[in-house]
């Protein structure tokens, strides 16, 4: 069995064991040469895989490239918004951006029809990007379904650089369909450097760490292929958000997660019930204080609605201490969520007109 499973269940936990154990290197040896991003300054994003040729690359002012997914898997939730912010801050460092929205890949491993697939890509995906901040006319956005011939035809012939063997051992199986859809995933990961979008050049992926099975049978297949040069692509891994009640944040369990459509009272009632690292008693919290690494409300907190470093690092002070109790801290969440959220929603109103009309302009679905 593979020791990651891409199309199972988020598996939360030891990140240096699977770090040392498939050479993913960590972010601080290269932190320096990367944006004051507040999730490098945290930890939030921990490791890398030959990141540095993509910053050679840059500073040398060559082209470089990022390429993310989405992958149709239900409402738009916190977790998944951690992939727009740093969409935003690889265009800040002036990369060229694909996204690729998985419609095949749903298809074939979720049991969605294509249209399915594509209704929740558009109203729950894109219209929370653009109302993010991402500009949909100055990226390569695709639906796998619609990537035209040259990509579904390099998908197919990237199969002869694999063998059964490594696909199993990678992934657990050789079920038909998951590696029909782990062969799409290699050409759009490599896409960035076909011919007609300006040949091979250095391109990352941000993924979680149970994407990396895919990220390393793509840097096989960059390795082999003979019709076209590749650079292996480069990966950056970053933590997943827990669920509101600790363990795995799940979009079939509304309570473990905050939906950037969910109504403010919504929002606010499932902080209040979320977990908490403060002791069962006022007094021995006093005594004690709270334990931050599992108290899910901080965590929200420390990935998206606190900006500052040092409001936050006063927060954990003062929660750790005892000297805020949970209550409290609850209650900076609802206002910094009520805040985010009236803001994010008047966007995503805006931004749907020019969404639905981007889909109209640019994809035949008939």
């Known amino acids: 069995m593979a020791d990651i499973d891409p199309w199972g269940d988020v598996e939360l936990g ?4 699977k ?3 498939f050479g993913i290197e960590p972010i ?3 932190e320096e040469r990367l944006p004051d991003h507040r999730f490098i300054r945290r930890g939030i994003i921990f490791g890398h895989r ?5 910053l050679d690359a840059r500073d040398e002012g060559d082209d470089f490239a990022m390429i993310t997914g989405i992958m149709p898997s239900g409402v738009f939730h916190f977790g998944h918004k951690c992939v727009v912010d740093q969409i935003k801050m690889y265009q800040e460092m002036g990369a060229e951006i694909t996204i690729a929205a998985a419609d095949i890949e749903a298809y074939n491993t979720r049991n969605m029809s294509l249209e399915e697939a594509r209704e929740l890509v558009v109203e729950e995906y894109l219209k929370n990007y653009v109302a993010l901040g991402i500009d949909l006319e100055n990226i390569d956005f695709y639906f796998q379904s619609q990537a035209g011939n040259d990509h579904l035809a390099k998908a197919a012939m990237f199969g002869r650089y694999l063998t059964q063997n490594e696909m199993e051992a990678t992934y657990g199986n050789a079920d038909p369909a998951k590696m029909s859809s782990a062969q799409v995933q290699y050409a759009d990961i490599l896409r960035p450097q076909f011919s007609e979008n300006g040949g091979s050049k250095p391109t990352v992926v941000p993924v979680g760490i149970d994407q990396d099975p895919h990220i390393r049978l793509t840097r096989e297949v960059a390795r082999k292929y003979r019709d076209q040069e590749f650079v292996k692509p480069a990966s950056t891994y970053n933590k997943f958000m827990r669920g509101l009640q600790g363990g795995k944040m799940s979009s ?3 309570k473990s997660y905050i939906a950037l459509t969910d109504s403010v009272e919504e929002a606010k009632e499932k902080i209040d019930q979320a977990k908490t690292g403060g002791k069962d008693s006022l007094e021995e919290h006093r005594e004690k204080g709270a334990d931050v690494e599992e108290d899910m409300v901080f965590e929200l907190l420390a990935f998206h609605l606190i900006k500052d470093d040092e409001e936050l690092e006063r927060i954990r002070r003062e929660y750790s201490s005892g000297e805020m109790l949970s209550g409290e801290l609850k209650q900076i969440a609802k206002e ?3 805040e985010f959220l009236t803001e994010h929603q008047r966007k995503r109103e805006e931004a749907s007109e020019e969404v639905e009309q ?3 302009e640019n994809f035949d679905f008939n």
């Open 28 to 30: 601080e040896e290269i």
């Open 336 to 338: 910094k969520i009520e």
């Open 50 to 54: 030959d990141l540095d040729e993509l």
């Open 252 to 254: 079939s369990k509304p």
């Open 19 to 21: 770090m040392d154990k």
């Open 14 to 17: 030891n990140y240096s064991e």
């Open 358 to 360: 981007y889909i109209e």
